[in-house]
């Protein structure tokens, strides 16, 4: 009986450490923390039709911070949550934005912004 009992906690254990988290909270502030990768698509400018950019990976951090690029090019910088549908990106102490963030969820990450009165620069990240 002690060994059958043993050996269910053991693999209740297993069980539970493997399984995924599940995301449960709602605040785009602990939403948006973690590892992304995704592409922007930039407007039809000049006559130009819409275009997709390149693939990156974005690391946002609980601090605030964050990380964009692709390999051995990387740009570091901070963020900042300013409402439930918005923030702000600071390059290299350049602000860029605002974006709205049209999507967020556990597993996916949406933004726009708009650049000019003919386009928007979407962004689309997925974990």
Same mark, same amino acid.
């Given at each position: 009986?002690?060994?059958?009992?043993?050996?269910?906690?053991?693999?209740?254990?297993?069980?539970?450490?493997?399984q995924?988290?599940?995301?449960? *909270?709602?605040?785009?502030?602990?939403?948006?923390?973690? %590892?992304?990768?995704? !592409?922007? !698509?930039? /407007? /039809?400018?000049?006559?130009?039709p819409?275009?997709?950019?390149?693939?990156?990976?974005?690391?946002?951090?609980?601090?605030?911070?964050?990380?964009?690029?692709?390999?051995?090019?990387?740009?570091?910088?901070?963020? %900042?949550? !300013?409402?439930?549908?918005?923030?702000?990106?600071?390059?290299?102490?350049? /602000?860029?934005?605002?974006?709205?963030?049209?999507?967020?969820? *556990?597993?996916?990450?949406?933004?726009?912004?708009?650049? *000019? *009165?003919?386009g928007? %620069?979407?962004?689309?990240?997925?974990?």
């Amino acid at each position: 009986m002690r060994r059958i009992i043993i050996a269910a906690l053991i693999g209740w254990v297993l069980v539970a450490g493997c399984q995924r988290k599940s995301f449960t *909270s709602t605040d785009p502030k602990e939403m948006i923390v973690g %590892q992304w990768t995704g !592409t922007y !698509t930039n /407007p /039809p400018m000049d006559n130009r039709p819409s275009e997709p950019g390149m693939e990156f990976d974005f690391h946002f951090a609980a601090d605030g911070k964050f990380r964009m690029g692709k390999r051995k090019v990387w740009v570091d910088g901070t963020y %900042q949550i !300013t409402g439930p549908k918005s923030f702000v990106l600071n390059i290299r102490s350049m /602000p860029a934005g605002p974006y709205e963030i049209v999507e967020l969820s *556990s597993d996916r990450l949406v933004f726009e912004r708009k650049l *000019s *009165s003919e386009g928007v %620069q979407r962004t689309e990240l997925r974990r």
